[in-house]
């Protein structure tokens, strides 16, 4: 009677957890189809991101100043960067403490690159791989990154990839390559309007798109 009642107990656990697979999968859908699910904004993250043509630019004041001055003003301006209008979210939380930490060790001399051939070169693993290397510390929900690819200033235009997180497992729930231009006076404001427009994009139609796709 005990080994009947420990198999059922073991096919119960099995159930329970075979149940919970897919999960984060169907958070996404929910956090597509409802306003109510809460957001998580983690920032932008430029630990692989190159800076093409700017013959001005300090390597090690970028690391040192200007990353965090961008996730910094991204995060003052909430009317301008307004995640929850483009995102359709009643409840969006900021937390750039995770990308603030990563930005800050980058190595400077990695930062500044002549070759613009090497401009279109991350991959869905590149992104996986990223995200990887974070540790949110018992965070939970869904988070959103922007992973910034390149900043081209000949061309005036950045790439970056909208990622969005299941925070606690750390797995890459979707990610998609974006391209905006830059304006604006100095560098903190110049390539911040990148993820503005990105945002203004997700916004007009990105949105509906991921929507619809998920359901």
Known sequence: MKQVLS??????????????QPLSAQTLKDFFNSSEVPLTYLGVDFTRAKVF??????????????????????????????????????NVTNDISFVNAKNAKIDAEKIIESNSAD??????????????????????????????????????????YVTFIDIASGKVLLTERMTAKAAGFGFRNYWAKTVYEVLDDIKKS????????AG
Not at 7 to 20: E, H, R, S
């Open 119 to 160: 401009e279109v070169r991350f991959t869905k693993a590149t992104i996986e791989s990223i995200v990887k290397g974070y540790k949110f510390a018992g965070k939970k929900g869904i988070g959103l990154m922007f992973i910034m690819e390149s900043m081209n200033k000949a061309s005036a235009q950045a790439s970056m």
């Open 7 to 20: 198999l059922k107990w073991l096919l119960a656990i099995v159930f329970l957890l075979a149940g919970t």
């Open 53 to 90: 043509n700017d013959i001005a630019a300090n390597a090690m004041d970028i690391r040192d100043r200007q990353f965090a001055a961008i996730n910094q003003v991204i995060v003052n301006e909430p009317k301008k960067y307004d995640f929850q209008k483009a995102l359709s979210k009643s």
């Open 206 to 213: 990105k949105y509906k798109e991921w929507k619809a796709n």
